[in-house]
């Protein structure tokens, strides 16, 4: 489904035979629709990626971190030099709504000495309710939206403040809204109130109209986490330790992935995925490392073609598959598009952008699907209002 007023609709956009500094220039220039009402899909070339080195190529899928309410330096030169893809941000980087404003314009200003010629990525979980980085709403959980009277109006009044505020501020990607289907109270995404409701109809609405609302405004929107964090019980915790989750073929394709069926359709940005295993569908590895879980089920099953983004790689469920910077290349391998280090330490996300370059270099990566991962990004990111 195509939003001829979505900033955020790639198939709207035209970028062909431009290189990326001059496709930011025209954003939202419009194709003409064909018989049907379709709007087709333009080639990118991307004149400018062309001339990046392979270390930046690798540094443009790597999502840094870093502590504290100042940005170091470090980060800022390596932004300058075309060598970050994007920054989270967390609440120890945040101590009012002004003092985040200055600070992603100083990495805004970074940013315009790259040559990469594309914003920067700046993202933040601001679900609402009980997970919002930045001071001011969404101040309903997803659950009270869920359990409202009118829930797809109310979440979407919700999507559309989370993205006016991120965007005020200088960000362009939220992480958020959950499609998690709970299944009992006080489980996992229950019990903190992330979950719209455990009804996936319900989710589906409620999400659909939050990706919608939020992207209308500039704001980019993931979908997380999936194929579905809803079967996990309260203790299962993929931040802290491996979750298996035996969920049937058949409930996590008419439950859990649900929601995703109309928020793709709605032109949803970008996809997180789960560090949990699923049996059901890949029983050897967890989801973000599982090219039949991202390409089998999320690409050529669910249609996605948008930007998929690992949770963080230094999640304990992943502790004994391998270093941070090793399971960034499996998972690069596997097929997705973004790597979040999360540790709040500059140098670990260089660290994991010395495993992707030379992965890259050696031949690990096939050199064609990383061109096609580093097409999505920069596709988002030319975009994105900035």
């Not at 500059?346 to 010395?354: E, K, L, P």
């Amino acid at each position: 489904m195509v939003h001829p007023g979505n900033p955020l609709s790639r198939r709207d956009t035209l970028f062909a035979g431009a290189t990326l500094a001059a496709a930011m220039s025209v954003p939202g220039v419009a194709h003409a629709a064909t018989a049907d009402g379709s709007v087709p899909r333009s080639p990118f070339e991307f004149e400018a990626a062309a001339e990046l080195t392979p270390r930046q190529r690798a540094a443009q899928r790597v999502v840094f971190s870093y502590p504290g309410t100042t940005v170091p330096q470090s980060l800022l030169d390596l932004i300058a030099s075309g060598l970050v893809g994007g920054v989270i941000l967390y609440g120890e980087n945040i101590s009012s709504l002004s003092q985040i404003t200055s600070t992603v314009q100083q990495m805004h200003e970074a940013n315009q000495s790259s040559p990469v010629g594309a914003p920067l990525l700046v993202m933040t979980d601001q679900e609402g309710g009980k997970v919002r980085r930045l001071p001011g709403g969404p101040v309903q959980t997803a659950k009270q939206i869920g359990a409202s009277a009118d829930p797809g109006p109310a979440a979407g009044g919700a999507g559309r403040e989370a993205g006016l505020l991120l965007r005020g501020a200088g960000l362009n990607v939220n992480l958020a809204p959950v499609l998690d289907v709970f299944r009992t109270p006080g489980d996992f995404e229950d019990q903190y109130q992330r979950s719209f409701s455990m009804n996936p109809d319900v989710v589906a609405t409620c999400t659909t109209a939050f990706i919608t609302a939020q992207q209308e405004v500039g704001v980019a929107a993931t979908a997380k986490h999936f194929p579905g964090l809803g079967p996990a019980s309260a203790h299962q915790n993929t931040d802290l330790s491996p979750v298996t989750l035996t969920t049937s073929l058949s409930d996590l394709r008419a439950i859990d992935e649900r929601p995703y069926i109309p928020a793709i359709a709605a032109n949803l940005q970008l996809v997180m995925l789960s560090w949990a295993v699923y049996t059901a569908l890949d029983p050897d590895n967890p989801a973000g490392l599982s090219a039949k879980i991202i390409h089998r089920e999320l690409r050529h099953r669910l249609g996605f073609e948008g930007v998929t983004i690992t949770d963080a790689i230094s999640a304990g469920a992943l502790a004994a598959l391998g270093t941070p910077p090793q399971n960034a290349v499996t998972a690069a391998n596997a097929g997705m598009d973004l790597i979040l280090e999360a540790t709040r330490n500059v140098s670990h996300g260089q660290a994991v952008v010395d495993a992707l370059t030379t992965a890259l270099t050696d031949g690990d990566l096939d050199p064609r699907e990383s061109d096609a991962a580093l097409r999505r990004i920069l596709e988002l990111r030319c975009c994105l209002a900035r």
